[in-house]
């Protein structure tokens, strides 16, 4: 599904403008010019400027024609409902077997029959889920210390 640059600028703006007027109820730290709301009011107007730069592109792009919906041509395909069916099946895998299975096998195993479904060798998509996946994994658990799930690797993840 493909949604107007306009419409989705406006609702990044709404998000900003929630996110700053939650922020704006945090209270102050005593002696400090900054306190737990600087960081959410940072991203907030991040938010509200985004969404602007987004609607105003939209605006030069398409004028004040109504805001649309519209639908790509890859619904009518096999392979496009296919990655689409595969992407919620993944989702919902990583949601329900993530901590049993374990990150790493799921990502493999989701990014190959990603890859497959594109259309990419077998070989060349065995590498790239493989390398992608290390690179996750390097990246969260190693370098960033977010703790990823193991599952069935508990005894032999390095």
Partial sequence: MQIDDRLVGVLICVLGIA????????PAVAGQFYG????????????????LSLLGSGLRKAGLDGFAIGFPDWRKSPRGLAGAALLLASI???????DRVGFQILAFVTLLLMYLTAGRSILRSL???????????????????????????????W
């Fill in 19 to 26: 996110v700053l007027w939650n922020s704006a109820g945090f």
């Fill in 127 to 157: 590498v790239t889920a493989l390398l992608v996946t290390l690179a996750f994994d390097l990246l969260f658990s190693k370098l960033l210390r977010v703790p990823l799930p193991t599952g069935w690797l508990t005894n032999y993840y």
């Fill in 36 to 51: 737990p709301a600087m960081f959410p009011t940072i991203i907030g107007w991040g938010f509200v400027a985004g969404g």
């Fill in 92 to 98: 919902l895998a990583f949601i329900f077997l993530g």
